[in-house]
């Protein structure tokens, strides 16, 4: 069984956790995931992690936050008055609205309601966090490009 090399296709599970072991992300349950490494498919840092590794070999990685979903960044919370927002329905906290801010359409997500103000945060629901990966290599197909042309 050979190593894994940079351009292997393999296919992948991934578990992801926070940092209290809540898992964020299972994908055990359905089909693997086709990656072609040297492709930017997934991180870079999963890719590094992978290489030398052998297929049924599980790896794990932790990404701090600048590496995962981003540091938080407070100057993505703010305020909108009702007032100026074109409700269709009432928003409730952990909704989420899709708001245009100059000339491109952002998703936020809900964070406070009042009578006359919506509060809402423009960051991932997982900036901020350290998260660590299980990542499974099911199969490597090697270098699938190369077999095609052949």
């Known amino acids: 069984m050979p190593e894994i090399e940079e351009n292997d296709t393999l296919l992948l599970h991934f578990v992801s956790?926070?940092?209290?072991?809540?898992?964020?992300?299972?994908?055990?349950r359905g089909e693997p995931q086709?990656?072609?490494?040297?492709?930017?498919?997934?991180?870079?840092?999963f890719e590094q992690a992978l290489l030398g590794h052998l297929e049924g070999d599980t790896v794990c990685v932790t990404l701090p936050p600048e590496k995962a979903y981003g540091k938080y960044n407070k100057r993505l919370v703010f305020l909108l008055r009702r007032s100026k927002l074109k409700l269709t329905e009432e928003?409730?906290?952990?909704?989420?609205?899709?708001?245009?801010?100059?000339?491109?359409?952002?998703?936020?997500?809900?964070?406070?309601?009042t009578t006359d103000k919506v509060i809402v945060d423009g960051n991932h629901p997982y900036a901020g966090e350290t998260i660590s990966y299980e990542i499974t290599v099911v199969k490597n197909l090697g270098h699938e490009?190369?077999?095609?042309?052949?």
Request: glycine share 10%; hydrophobic share 30%.
């Open 145 to 150: 490009e190369e077999k095609e042309e052949a």
């Open 17 to 28: 956790r926070r940092p209290g072991g809540e898992v964020l992300e299972d994908s055990s």
């Open 91 to 113: 928003p409730h906290v952990g909704d989420f609205m899709t708001i245009p801010i100059k000339g491109k359409r952002y998703s936020l997500m809900v964070t406070e309601v």
């Open 34 to 45: 086709k990656v072609t490494l040297g492709k930017k498919m997934i991180n870079p840092a």
